[in-house]
């Protein structure tokens, strides 16, 4: 399982990089904006996108847009991480097609439970 | 008052030449002077409208600048001290789960070092065939509770390694407040520029003012300033589930 996570700041790649490790995700990739995530994206191999949506240059909302207008990225689960905290934010991002959404600041539990939340409906 | 009205000797004599040339039955050159005249007052007018127009544009630029300023004054700056004091507040707390994480595990640390070091002494007893049976039979239930206890604290620790963690997310969510708070000094800075521009006379508003604000992206919320935003986890989880998810 190949996890992208994108952030511009680098201690919240971190953090998230470190609680999954936790939660034994090892294999682990970084971007810090939405221009070289979807550079990334693009070149394949990753199963899983973490993104935060305040970002320099491309958003993460934009990301998410562009992930699912791709026709071989559209199926890819994206989870949201943000402190984006605007109502019509967060249905902007699920009309968006976001997977899940944790509002910064979180606790480990509610990382995982998302994750694994996905994971669930994924293989339902 | 302008470079091309005419001197009063100008007209005159252009009355003049007026006068002869009707004497003379010359009408193609009276219409000719006449419409010098006339445009002469054309050009007149349209200056005045001109400058006119071009004051009711400054006092127009004026009028924004002035709103922008009062909208800085009255409502943003004092949104942004509540945001630097937010900062201020998460800073500190984020200090102070730190700390109590680091004063939780410290002791954990300290009594497995000790018992460590005593066990171990123990065994390399032990190992030198140093130990009678009743002792080793005491060792080997003092080897047991170590087991017990030091898995109990190494959880402890592996816990509040994670809360320390968590706590670095403050950088990350102050850091956006921050840069919101920069974006509006920087705001500030060009209005006030432009002010002192207009009033300078120099009528040329730079352009720069009303930056990004106005994004789309806020940061973090901050509490008593955000409206119609969500306050946590739940919230979002319930807004997402009315939405079907």
């Known amino acids: 399982m190949k996890i992208l996570v994108v952030d511009d700041f680098s201690t919240m790649r971190r953090i998230i990089r470190n609680l999954l490790r936790e939660l034994g995700f090892n294999n682990i990739f970084e971007a810090d904006d939405g221009q070289s995530a979807l550079l990334k994206l693009q070149s394949g191999g990753i199963d899983f996108l973490i993104t935060d949506w305040n970002m320099p240059g491309m958003t993460g909302l934009d990301l998410l847009r562009a992930v699912r207008a791709d026709p071989n990225l559209a199926q890819l689960p994206v989870l949201m991480v943000t402190a984006e905290a605007k109502r019509d934010q967060i249905v902007e991002a699920a009309q968006a097609g976001v997977n899940g959404y944790v509002i910064k600041p979180f606790t480990a539990a509610t990382l995982q439970e998302k994750i694994e939340k996905i994971f669930e409906r994924l293989e339902a | 008052m302008t470079e091309t009205q005419p001197s009063a000797d100008g007209r ?18 009276a219409d000719r002077i006449l419409d010098e005249i006339s445009r002469v007052r054309e050009s007149l007018m349209f200056q005045e409208v001109g400058k006119l127009t071009r004051q009711l544009h400054d006092t127009l630029a004026n009028f924004a600048l002035d709103e922008r300023i009062a909208d800085l004054t009255e409502k943003e700056i004092p949104d942004a001290k509540e945001r630097l004091n937010y900062v201020i507040a998460m800073t500190e707390q984020a200090a102070n789960t730190t700390l109590n994480a680091v004063e939780s595990i410290l002791p954990f640390a300290e009594s497995l070092r000790e018992q460590s070091n005593e066990l171990s002494a123990q065994w390399r007893r032990f190992r030198q065939r140093e130990m009678s049976y009743e002792e080793f039979k005491s060792l080997t239930q003092d080897l047991a509770q170590y087991f017990d206890v030091s898995a109990g604290h190494l959880e402890a620790i592996q816990q509040s390694l994670t809360e320390v963690l968590m706590a670095q997310g403050f950088q990350d969510l102050t850091g956006q407040i921050i840069r919101r708070v920069i974006r509006l000094v920087q705001d500030l800075e060009y209005s006030l520029v432009d002010l002192i521009r207009i009033s300078g006379r120099r009528f040329k508003p730079s352009g720069e003012s009303a930056q990004d604000l106005k994004a789309k992206t806020l940061g973090p919320a901050v509490p008593g300033v955000d409206k119609d935003t969500v306050q946590n986890q739940d919230d979002v989880d319930s807004l997402l589930s009315s939405l079907g998810f």
């Open chain 2, 12 to 29: 005159i004599e252009q009355v003049r030449a007026l006068l002869a040339a009707l004497e003379r039955g010359d009408d193609d050159s």
